[in-house]
Structure formats: C-alpha cells, structure tokens
C-alpha cells in the first residue's frame, strides 16, 4: 500500500513538473501531405524537449499560408510554393515568409514485372488514369486491358497525382482504390495488367517493376537535379529567417536525426 | 427471521447487480447509435437523402466533391447477395449431413473443424483472398482484375458458413426424436424424412441462421478492403471490382478531416450500413419468434 502511495506521488510530482515546464508552444499549421513527416519529427523533439509543445493542425497548404499571413502560425507547412498574391499579403502584414525545403515528394509508377512498356510520359499516364487508354497494346506493350490502381482519394500521394499528372481531372470511377501503397505495390504484383504509383521507398520493392516518366527514372539522384517530373518539395514557411525555439525545432528537423524521420515517412530528405 | 431478511436483502443485490450488467449493453448500444446518428445527420444539410443514396459519384475529396453512395450501395448489396448464393446452400448441406447423416465420429472431427474457420480473423481471410486466390482467378479465368465482386463473395462466404452451419444444426437438432421415427415408421426413407420432415420442421432456425449469416457479410469489413477492388463502380459483372459501403468507411476515415463534409458523409455511409443490419437482425428475430417449434404437436 505505501510502495502505491509513494509511486501515486512521485507520478502526481512528475506531471505537475511537466505542465510547470511546458511553456512554449510552437504552432505549426498547414498542408496535410508535410503532417505525417511533422507528427514524427515533431514527438521526437518534444520527446527529446520536454519544456516544448508542438501543436499541429493540418488543413491544406493555403490553409498554411493563410495563417502565416495573419501571424496565427510559427511555422506554415506547404506542399507547394508560397504564390506572389500571398507574398504581397504577407509583406502587407509586415511579415516576410522564409522559406525552408525540409523533403522532397516524388511518386514513381509502378507496373508488373512481366510488363513489356518501360517508359511513358505523363500524358499518357494522365490519359490512363482517367480512363481514356484502356488498352496496353495503345502504350507498346502486349495486349490486354489496363488495371488502374490508385490510392484512396483522401491520401496525399493521390492528391499529388491528380495535381501533378491528371491536372485536376478525376480519376475514372473504374480504378481499384487501395488503403495503402504497401496494398498498392501487392496489387500491382500479383496482377500482369495493373498499373500504380507509390513514392520512392515503395518503389524499391522487387516485385514490381518503376516506370521512367518520359525517359527519366525516379530515384534520389534525380529528384535532386530536378530532372525527374513527378516530384516537389515539402516547405516550411516561416516569418523571417526561423529563429528562437522554432527556429531550433526546424533546425532539428535538417539534423540527420530529423532527416531520417523524414524517410521513414517516405519522403526524401533534402541532405 | 433476521436471517431471513437477510437473504431476502442479499438476493435483491444480487439481482440489482445482475439487472445492471446486462443493461450494460443496451446503455452502451444507446450510446453508440445516439453518437452515429449526430455524426451521420449533418450530412443531409449539404446533400439531398436522394442525391445520397441515389447519386452515382463518389468523389468524396474533389474540389467540387459528390458525394452519392450508390455503386458502393450496390456493392455491398451484390457481394452480400453472390456470398449468401455460395454459403446458404454449402452452410444448410454441412449442417444436415452432421446432424442427420454424419456417424458420431465424423461429426466430432468435422464440427470443431466448421467452428474453427469461424475463428480466423478475418484479416487472414483476406490476406488469403489477395494473395492465392485472386492470381489464381487471373491465371485461370484470364480475367483481368482478381480482386473483384466474385472473389469477395467467396471470401465472406467462408465467413458466413460457420455462422449458419452451427445455428442450422441447432435447430436441426433441436428436431424432436418423435417426428422422425413416425416418419421412418411409415416407411419414409431416410432422405424423404430428412426432406419432408426434419428440414420443415427446422426452417425457422434455419432462416435465422441464414439471415445471421448476411448479416456478417454485409458488415465485414477487412475482407472487402483487400479483396473486392475498391473501385466505385456498380458492377455490370461478378468479376468487376467493387467498393462495399464498409471499405470506404474503414478506408477513408483515418484521413478524412475531422467533422468536415466527408467526415459526415461517412457516418451516414455508417447510418445506412447500420440500418441493414438491423433490418436483418429484427427479420431474424422476427422469424424465429413467429415460427417456434414448441413441440411435436405444433407441426
């Protein structure tokens, strides 16, 4: 009973000490494809800070930008480039947005291995994905009918693909949405028809075979140099060059400690 | 007499407290529904019930996004309908051969068997669909998509199976020795006893462990994620893919933000699918009420 006690207190203790010391909060608010590499880089740092809170809303990159502007965010987080509109906003408010490039994106599609067709460009990919070749003796393969696989229409990686490659078209109602890129990559494999994109880590998997888009293949090397044409950053804005406690936090998130979060989140790191 | 009292005081604990265990669960079902129905509600301020239930787009994250649940409608209502066609019949057969035909000793090794496909997750089940059968449909049957309406319905009806076996061979059993020596009495075989006097004898346990069996079907929900495809589409085929109304809610919700136009659009998927299965269930209820077998004399 009083071993219950005493560990009753030394938890009570414990915590009252914790709310004592978390006295800074950064916000962060923005673009919900940067949440999942933010939520991990973010526990660590709390983690490894105790006296730090993070808090993240994720609700769109304009979302971001817009809270930026009106001084409600630390740090923006945007899937893509901040606009000229939103700089001269922002300039209006006395704020000066900063930008800091934490990851690279790139989705690389994915075919069976038994598939002849090595390469195709993004035209082709968009008309695939909305449902206008249907055949792959159209695209110089063997023949027989395409199986669209796609991720399921709230994931980031199928928001990037309709931005990037089916520039804001729907994809047709006949693709197989799957929960995730690890089902993707399964489909894709089990299947000499199909057809899917999945960002870079899944697409090391053997089982499935990446496609050059319009000659270029999809790898580190190449999102680097920029020559690769599905890819993007993941950015941070801030106010000012980042400094104080969120200018330490996105610090951390370019230490190789960050950076290797940012893989495990399937994005690629910028160092 | 003290003692007495006593006793008659413990008693009522006793019964208090058994009174409140079991009403755990209707207070917890309460809850549920009450809390399924203020999230699925709002949904019908931005969409018609008709445009929801009728609209054949599913494009829940679009700019301009649509929101009409009926090919994942008729994907539920068509995988629920091919796996009851495959498990009713292999479910009732499995159960008269056990309880009526099968020696005592193939019952004892066939039954525990039966029951243990019941308690394969279904998450196995599945991985099983994706991976063995549905490239074995594609080599086979040079079909296109493996993953398709066919092979959720075969998955679920291993589900279902179990299900109906065991509350058919119940009621099967539950059939009163008397009626089937009169019959063989008479000089009915065994089959035409079995036919004419065991099964009519039984139906109302056997509707209801059909019925039982749908009603796991429509709700099962990891199967279909991984086995039927998940493209929006009504099926024009058994060997096109679907998306049941339970993949979407399970695919989806993670990601949807919280308490937006998707968000509620999904609880009232889960409304809907709710509604079914307890449709189902109260049919059940109601069969196996208003058929009882009380006696011989009933018959």
């Known amino acids: 009973m009083k071993k219950i006690i005493y560990s009753l207190a030394v938890l009570l203790m414990s915590l009252s000490v914790v709310t004592a010391q978390a006295d800074t909060t950064i916000t962060v608010k923005g673009s919900t494809t940067v949440q999942p590499a933010m939520q991990k880089v973010a526990e660590a740092y709390m983690k490894a800070k105790p006296g730090v809170n993070i808090s993240i809303s994720a609700s769109g990159s304009g979302d971001g930008a817009k809270a930026l502007i009106d001084k409600s965010t630390d740090i923006a987080m945007m899937s893509r480039e901040i606009k000229e509109g939103e700089i001269k906003q922002a300039n209006g408010n006395g704020v000066t947005p900063k930008l800091t490039v934490i990851a690279f994106d790139c989705i690389v ?16 990919l968009k008309d695939i994905y909305t449902g206008k070749v249907t055949d792959w003796k159209d695209l110089g393969g063997d023949a027989g009918k395409i199986v669209v696989v796609s991720r399921d229409s709230s994931s980031g990686t199928y928001e990037f693909w309709g931005e990037h490659v089916l520039k804001g078209e729907r994809v047709f109602a006949g693709a197989l949405l799957q929960a995730s890129s690890g089902a993707v990559v399964q489909t894709v494999a089990k299947n000499k028809y199909a057809v899917g994109y999945v960002g870079l880590a899944y697409a090391q998997n053997k089982e499935v075979k990446p496609v050059t888009v319009s000659g270029v293949v999809g790898s580190v090397a190449n999102v680097l140099n920029k020559s690769y044409p599905v890819t993007r950053t993941l950015n941070l804005y801030t106010d000012g060059e980042p400094k104080g406690e969120p200018g330490a936090f996105i610090t951390f998130f370019l230490s190789p400690e960050g950076q290797k979060l940012v893989a495990a989140s399937d994005y690629v790191p910028v160092k | 007499m003290a003692s007495a009292k006593d006793r008659q005081g413990k008693e009522r604990v006793i019964k ?30 931005f969409i018609s019930p008709g445009h929801f239930l009728f609209g054949s787009d599913w494009y829940p994250t679009d700019e301009n996004p649509d929101f009409g649940i009926f090919p994942l409608l008729m994907g539920s209502v068509t995988v629920t309908a091919l796996s009851s066609l495959i498990a009713i019949p292999l479910g009732i057969m499995t159960a008269i051969y056990l309880a009526e035909i099968a020696t005592p000793r193939v ?17 196995v089940i599945g991985f099983f669909g994706m991976v063995v059968v549905a490239p074995f449909l594609q080599n086979v049957l040079d079909i296109p998509v493996g993953l398709n309406l066919f092979n959720a319905a075969l998955m679920l009806a291993f589900m279902s199976v179990p299900t109906i076996t065991s509350v058919s061979e119940d009621a099967i059993h539950s059939v009163p020795r008397e009626l089937r020596e009169a019959s063989l009495a008479l000089g009915a075989t065994q089959f035409e006893t079995i036919a004419k006097v065991v099964i009519p004898a039984s139906l109302s346990g056997i509707s209801t462990a059909v019925i039982l069996g749908m009603s796991r079907a429509i709700g099962e929900t990891m199967v279909v994620l991984m086995v039927a495809g998940g493209a929006a589409l009504v099926p024009g085929s058994i060997f096109d893919p679907i998306r049941p109304m339970p993949s979407s809610i399970a695919a989806e919700m993670a990601e949807a933000p919280f308490r937006s136009q998707h968000y509620y659009a999904l609880f009232a998927i889960a409304i809907v699918l709710f509604l079914m299965t307890f449709l189902f269930n109260l049919a059940a209820d109601y069969i196996s009420n208003k058929h009882k077998q009380v006696g011989a004399a009933t018959l």
């Open chain 1, 109 to 124: 599609p994915v075919v069976n291995p038994a598939n002849k067709v090595k390469d195709l460009t993004p035209a082709q």
């Open chain 2, 16 to 45: 208090a407290f058994f009174f409140g265990t079991a009403f755990i669960s209707v207070v917890v079902l309460a809850l549920i529904m009450l809390f399924l129905f203020m999230e699925g509600l709002p949904t019908f301020r």
């Open chain 2, 107 to 123: 019952r004892e090794v066939i039954k525990p068997m039966v029951e243990l496909l019941a308690s394969l997750p279904s998450v």
